[in-house]
C-alpha cells in the first residue's frame, strides 16, 4: 500500500478543503474521504486506489436518519448500512431499500460501509482489480481486458467499446427506484443531483463515474415521501444464496388498484454500467392491467438495448424473468 | 489532531532461547528464517550484511508514523504504528493479541471478527488509527479458559471447527448476533453468519451452537419474567 497521510475531519468545511487539493474525484484521485472503508481499503491494498492523502470523515456529524416535514426521509452520509436497513421508518415506508441493503455484503460490512460510500462502491470486474491487466477504467487509454475476456458477471446495459463494469451497489438500485436525491456540499456550495444523474455512463470516460469534483462531499440522501398503498420489493439473483453480488436484481415500487397498475417505478441492478432506472419497463406497465403478459412485455422493453458479451448472454434472460418475478411479487393483492 | 511525521521506535531486543518457554509463534518465525535462509543459500552472504547493519543502528526513524492509544478489551494500549496499519495488523504484530486471524485480508471470509463499540466488523479493512476512542472487543476479551462465554462453551459441545482457524471470528459473529434482529429459524443464522467461512465445512454445527445458546438465552429471559 501506497504511503499517505491521514487525518480526522471534524467539521465539513475543514473535510471539504482537505479534499479540494486534488485535482480529481475520479480514478487517479489524490485525496480521498474514507467512512466505512471496505471499498477503499481493500482497493489501497490492492494499489489500484494511492491516496496521498486520506480523509477520516466518520466524527461528522451526518450520521442521523431524519423523517421530513414532508414525509420524506433524509439520511446522513456516514449512517451505516445496517442501521438504516433496520431504521423503523425505512422498515415501514421504503422496505425495498431496507431489503436491498440486507441483501448486500455480510452482516460485518454492512455494520462498516456508510451511505455515501455504498454509493460511490467500486466495481468487481476483475480487470480493474488487478493492477497487472489493461483497464480503461483504471488507467484511461490502456484498453478493456473484459471485452472478449472474463465477463460473465458484468454489465449488458450502459456499456461502451471501452468499458463494461458493472455496478455492484444493490442499496444504488433500490434508491434509483425510490427516486433518491443525493445532496452534495463542496467549496462552492451545495447542490442537489437526482440519483439518475449522479452516476455516469462510461462512454469513453470510464474512469469517471459520477458528477462529483474535487472538495465535493456527499452529505446527505434525500427520499421522496412514501407512495401512499404501494408495495415494493428488492429481487437479487446470484450465484449463491448469500454474501455475493447480483447476477442480476430487480428494484420495484408499484401502486394497484383493482388490478391496474396506476404507478410503477422500476430499476435493475447487475445488468447496468450504473444503476439501472427503465423508463421503458415503467411506460410499457403504466396504467396497464397487472398480469403475467404484461410483466412480460415490460421485462422485454426493459432489456431490448441489451448487448452481451462473450460469457454473460445468459443474464438478458435472467434480468427478465428476474423483473417479471419481482413484479409478480410487488402487484399481488394480499 | 496532532500529527508525529517522524518517531523512534526502539528495535526489540533478541529473544533468548529457552527450552520449553518457546511460544508458537517464535517457533514458527524462527522456522520460517530458517526455511527462507537454506532457500536463499547463494545471496545468503548479503543478507546477513545487511542484517548486521540494520542491528547496528539503536533506533530508526520511520516517517509518517503516529502515536495511537487504543482501548482494547477495557485495557488501554499505547502504540507508535505506521498509518497504513490495519486494525487487524495493528492488533496482531503491535498489540500480540494473536487470537484474531488474518484469513482473506480483503474482507471476505470473516476470520478476522472483532467487535466495535459491541458490533462485529471486519478488522482487515478499517485503519487502527480511525479506532481512537472506540472501545474494541477481540476473541481475548470474550472468555477465558475456565470462564468461557456460553457461545464460547457452546462451538466445544457442537465441535463448531475443524482446523480452527475461522473459529475466532465466527464466534466474534455470533457474539454480536445474539444482540442483532435476527428471525428463528436456522436459515436466519445461516444469513447473519454469511460472512464468515469456514473451509473445513462445520457449518451445521456452528449454527447448533449458535442456535443452542439463542434458545438458553430466551428461556433464561422467559424463567426470569416468571
Given at each position: ?151 460473465r458477471?458484468?454489465?449488458i ?149 441489451a448487448?452481451p458479451q462473450s460469457q454473460n448472454g445468459f443474464k438478458v434472460e435472467l ?16 | ?226
Amino acid at each position: 500500500m501506497h504511503p499517505f497521510e491521514l487525518i480526522r475531519a471534524i467539521d465539513v468545511t475543514e473535510a471539504i478543503q482537505g479534499a479540494a487539493e486534488s485535482s480529481t474525484a475520479q480514478q487517479g484521485v489524490q485525496v480521498r474521504f474514507v467512512g466505512g472503508g471496505t471499498t477503499l481499503i481493500d482497493l489501497m491494498k490492492l494499489n489500484v486506489e494511492k491516496p496521498q492523502k486520506v480523509i477520516d470523515i466518520n466524527g461528522l456529524p451526518l450520521d442521523k436518519v431524519e423523517v421530513l416535514p414532508d414525509g420524506g426521509l433524509k439520511i446522513g452520509a456516514v449512517v451505516r448500512n445496517s442501521d438504516l436497513a433496520h431504521h423503523a421508518a425505512v422498515v415501514r415506508d421504503y422496505p425495498v431499500l431496507s431489503q436491498a441493503l440486507l441483501s448486500g455484503a455480510s452482516a460485518q460490512l454492512r455494520n462498516m460501509a456508510t451511505t455515501g460510500g455504498n454509493l460511490l462502491q467500486r466495481t468487481r470486474c476483475v480487470y480493474f482489480r488487478d493492477t497487472t491487466m489493461p483497464c480503461n477504467k483504471r488507467e484511461p487509454g490502456t484498453g478493456c481486458s473484459a471485452i472478449g475476456g472474463f465477463n460473465r458477471t458484468l454489465a449488458i446495459l450502459g456499456t461502451s467499446e471501452h468499458c463494461i463494469a458493472s455496478n455492484p451497489s444493490d442499496m444504488s438500485v433500490a434508491l434509483t427506484a425510490l427516486e433518491a436525491t443525493i445532496h452534495i456540499q463542496g467549496t462552492k456550495g451545495e447542490r442537489s443531483v437526482p440519483i439518475d444523474e449522479f452516476f455516469l455512463l462510461p462512454g469513453d470516460t470510464p474512469h469517471r463515474e459520477t458528477v462529483v469534483e474535487p472538495g465535493e462531499l456527499i452529505t446527505f440522501v434525500t427520499l421522496p415521501p412514501p407512495s401512499v398503498g404501494s408495495k415494493s420489493i428488492y429481487l437479487k439473483l446470484r450465484d449463491r444464496a448469500s454474501y455475493e453480488f447480483a447476477l442480476a436484481s430487480a428494484a420495484v415500487i408499484a401502486n394497484v388498484q383493482q388490478d391496474r397498475i396506476t404507478r410503477i417505478r422500476i430499476a435493475l441492478g447487475g445488468v447496468g454500467t450504473k444503476p439501472w432506472r427503465s423508463l421503458e419497463a415503467e411506460t410499457a406497465l403504466d396504467g396497464k392491467t397487472a398480469n403475467e403478459e404484461h410483466f412480460r412485455a415490460a421485462a422485454e422493453a426493459a432489456l431490448r438495448d441489451a448487448r452481451p458479451q462473450s460469457q454473460n448472454g445468459f443474464k438478458v434472460e435472467l434480468a427478465k424473468r428476474c423483473l417479471v418475478r419481482a413484479l409478480k411479487l410487488a402487484t399481488r393483492t394480499a | 489532531m496532532s500529527r508525529e511525521k517522524v518517531c523512534k521506535v526502539k528495535t526489540e531486543p533478541e529473544e533468548t532461547p529457552s527450552f520449553g518457554h518457546v511460544s508458537r509463534r517464535a517457533f514458527l518465525s524462527r522456522l520460517g528464517a530458517t526455511g527462507a535462509a537454506a532457500a536463499a543459500s547463494p545471496l545468503l552472504g548479503l543478507a546477513q550484511t545487511q542484517v548486521k547493519q540494520e542491528q547496528a543502528e539503536t533506533s530508526v526513524k520511520v516517517v509518517g508514523a503516529i502515536s495511537i492509544t487504543l482501548l482494547v478489551n477495557g485495557r488501554q494500549h499505547q502504540a507508535q504504528i505506521d498509518p497504513r496499519a490495519t486494525l487487524l495488523d495493528c492488533l496482531r504484530e503491535t498489540l500480540h493479541l494473536t487470537g484474531t486471524k488474518k484469513g482473506c485480508d480483503h474482507g471476505q471470509c470473516g476470520a478476522c471478527t472483532v467487535h466495535i463499540n459491541g458490533r462485529r466488523i471486519n478488522s482487515c479493512l478499517t485503519f487502527a488509527a480511525m479506532h481512537q476512542g472506540d472501545e474494541i472487543t477481540t476473541i481475548e476479551g470474550i472468555g477465558q479458559p475456565g470462564n468461557l462465554h456460553p457461545v464460547q462453551a457452546a462451538f466445544v459441545e457442537h465441535d463448531g471447527y475443524q482446523c480452527g482457524y475461522c473459529t475466532s471470528g465466527q464466534i466474534m459473529s455470533a457474539v454480536a448476533l445474539l444482540n442483532e434482529p435476527c428471525g428463528p429459524a436456522n436459515a436466519d443464522v445461516q444469513e447473519l453468519m454469511s460472512g464468515n467461512i469456514c473451509r473445513c465445512g462445520a457449518y451445521r454445527n456452528i449454527i447448533a451452537a449458535i442456535q443452542e445458546v439463542r434458545q438458553e438465552a430466551k428461556q433464561g429471559v422467559t424463567n426470569a419474567s416468571i
